[in-house]
């Protein structure tokens, strides 16, 4: 059961609207698609500047994969509900 | 009404600016980098754009004490230590001394999906977590248009960059931002050249097989610059770049003069000499003492205890000391004392933009008061003739503004039309123009000198015979034949001439003089026979008159004692002795 836990990371920056818009698009995906199956890890960027490096961050808001490797990185808001599925290769673990 | 007190003129405010302290760029740049703006750096592959900003930020750590963020998006931090380490940046070390934060971007497009709206403001948070977290006043961001290969969504990034650019400003740093030059326009995205304060493009051409590289300044918000291209190098000790051409003609002249180790010479100007910090040519054809001439003159400037820097194009200095020594030119002490350097190095071993380099770091380093070049005409091969032309404008140029007492010395070809004549057009440039000649005569050669220019000073205008002895150069003196003036074996000729003629005059006197002797023994004996009869006739006469004097006596003598005899026998009576 381990190994098929998921482990997110999306980095933002203060309380804008993308930000906002994208924790609320990812958190409705998971439920859906990843329940009880992942780990959400939310970094605001303007508290801890020093872990922007690490994770090659430039565009923000960006959800990082960081488990199951390959690391994947989307940017954007996640509005796009088919490229976010594609981006995270969620359809493939999808049993349905 | 309040006394109005003349306020003297106030220098127009400056644009506050950030020393770069590359060598020549703040000079063209009036100053550096706009402070506290961010500055282009554009140009094609192999410019020494990221150089340009690393030495920007080594040497505002170094010189300035101004700590710097390097942002790069191509190379690793450790590759760009390792790039530079050849030049002394020694990046590591500044990491460790939180002087320097090195930052590498990586964009891997394969791992990013986009979806949706975003910007980026995690680069913002980054450079800006940078910034704070040494204090850095400068900031080099390399090569910013990578982003543009990350990301697809361009009007994002157009539109985040431009606020990247307004964010710098606000951050108060000083920026330089590389960028790959495009198609037409000065950057590939047409984007950073409008929204920087200043535009530095490079460039990197080949003309004729010689690459040179050249700078110029596109742009500066708020400022006069240098307009020109001006060429630069990648020496080992950075970027320098040549703001030669930007110098105007005011330098200082000396109302002193100089001698120029050539006594006779030295008389053949007014003054006796060349002026302080003027510069001087000598022109020549092949053997014609060029080079004596030259070290003559280094070896005067060193017996007045100046510095001298002689650079030497033809010959190796132990070569050049051995010939001159032959000659009584013996410069090697002054070499150990310091005085004296010679540089020897082929034309063809750099560019001439190196070579120009190389005599400018020189001098700065040296500080001569006396500089030869022997020969500038060896430079044309290794360049264009505007090149070279341009090049040693700029030289003389230098020299002049540095008060540098300058000797050049040029091979001109031996036609005979073309001989007074300098291929490199310097002629007009220099202060005092001296020709060295071959005067061919019946079966040989020889030497002639004369000065076909002195600015400001009168001098002769004859054309003097020189010869090289064991102490250097001698001139003689000016022989006027009746075929114009007589060098060499007809000098001899002229010479024997003369002595078998003063010999003859000599000769002639003596005679005379023995003459003159006799005639006046002549006269001493004749004059000693007359006086010998004059006291004859005078003893005679004198003998004469004794006797007449002594008959004259006696007869008066008789006559008393006759008149004695006669009173004693008459009688004493009164009227008895009447007659």
Sequence with gaps: ?96 | MPNQSPTPLRPLSQLPKARTGIEGLDEITEGGLPLGRPTLVCGSAGCGKTLLGIEFLVRGILDYDEPGVLMAFEETAAELAANVASLGFDLPQLVADKKLRLDHVHIDRAEIDETGEYDLEGLFIRLGYAIDTIGAKRVVLDTIESLFSGFTNEAVLRSEIRRLFRWLKDKGVTTVITAERGEGTLTRQGLEEYVSDCVILLDNRVIDQITTRRLRIVKYRGSTHGTNEYPYIITEEGLSVLPVTSLKLEHNVSDEVVSTGVADLDAMFRRGGLYQGSSSLVTGTAGTAKTTLAASFALEACRRGERCLFFVFEESPAQLLRNMATVGLDLQPFIDSGQLRIEASRPTLNGLERHLVTIHRLIGQFKPQTVIIDPISNLVSVGSHSEVSSMLTRLVDFLKVQGINALFTALVSGNRGQQEMTDEGISSLVDTWIHVRDLEGVGERNRGISILKARGMAHSNQVREFVIGEQGIRLLDVLVGPTGIITGASRLAQHIQEQARQLAAAQEAERRDRDLERKRRVLEATIANLRTEFESVEEELRRVNSEEQQRHDTLAEERRQLGHSISAQLPATPNGSGA
């Design chain 1, 1 to 96: 059961m381990s190994e098929d836990m998921w482990e997110l990371r999306l980095y933002v920056a203060g309380q804008t609207v993308k930000s906002m818009t994208a924790l609320a698009n990812l958190k409705t995906y998971c439920e859906k698609h990843l329940k009880g199956r992942y780990r959400l890890e939310i970094i605001d960027l303007l508290e801890h500047p020093q872990l922007a490096e690490g994770d090659q961050i430039l565009a923000i808001p960006t959800l990082v994969r960081k488990v199951p490797a390959p690391i994947r990185k989307i940017i954007g808001d996640l509005s796009n509900h088919e490229r976010v599925l594609v981006g995270l290769d969620l359809r493939a673990l999808d049993p349905s």
